[in-house]
């Protein structure tokens, strides 16, 4: 069964995607960690942020999405799924993505732990990447300087940027447990943006000199 509900016939049901997770408190540099990593030949780096804010809000997805947040409401789990699988099927049909070719670099996806359930028929998750913060004075500096970046001075209120980080930790958590653990790589992030990205790179460089396993023989 597909995200959206239809069954697919076995002949008909896609193979998953090669594909990395980005998770990372805001202001952790995860979009621009992606940004770089979306660089290298054999990655493709999507970030559902941005997938949502190219949606023209007049055609038919966009009056969805506008459905829920002109009152405030969160898009639901499967719009969301909806719209990361319509726009993976575009790029493999412009050739953007070869599946047999590129791994995926997936960044603000999933957002849940239901997400994560849903997209499971779809994605095979090699490697989740954490980035976290651990000094809390800094990651509340990068969410102000953020803040005043994005012209969003509601959000250099102390309590908010508190209530923004437990939320964060709290899904965070929800959302990784659905995976193994041995496929979380912790990443400092209070480091230079440069340190951040060698230590992606060097567990990556590790990941690909690791030879696959080999299949058990029968009998």
């Not at 639901?76 to 319509?86: C, K, N, S």
């Not at 980080?165 to 912790?186: A, C, G, K, M």
């Amino acid at each position: 069964m597909t995200a959206d509900g239809k069954t697919l016939d076995l002949a008909d049901r896609p193979s998953k995607y090669r594909t990395i997770l980005l998770f990372g408190m805001p202001g952790s540099g995860k979009g621009t960690q992606g940004s770089v990593l979306g660089q290298i030949p054999d990655l493709l780096h999507i970030s559902m942020g941005d997938v949502f804010r190219k949606i023209p809000r007049l055609g038919k997805i966009g009056a969805e999405i506008e459905s829920f947040t002109s009152v405030g409401k969160m898009v639901p789990d499967d719009l969301t799924v909806r719209i990361f699988e319509r726009h993976v099927k575009i790029l493999e049909l412009q050739e953007f993505f070869l599946p047999d070719q590129h791994t995926l670099i997936l960044d603000g996806l999933p957002r849940s732990y239901a997400q994560a359930e849903r997209l499971d028929f779809l994605l095979d998750v090699v490697q989740i990447f954490h980035l976290k913060i651990t000094d809390k004075k800094l990651a509340m500096k990068r969410l102000r300087a953020r803040a005043m970046l994005e012209n969003r001075l509601d959000d250099m209120n102390e309590e908010v940027i508190n209530r923004r980080l437990n939320t964060y930790y709290e899904e965070t958590i929800q959302t990784l447990s659905f995976y193994p653990p041995e496929l979380v790589y912790d990443v400092e992030a209070g480091q230079d943006m440069i340190d951040v990205l060698k230590d992606i790179v060097n567990r990556l460089s590790e990941i690909k000199r690791s030879p696959a396993p080999q299949p058990v023989a029968a009998g």
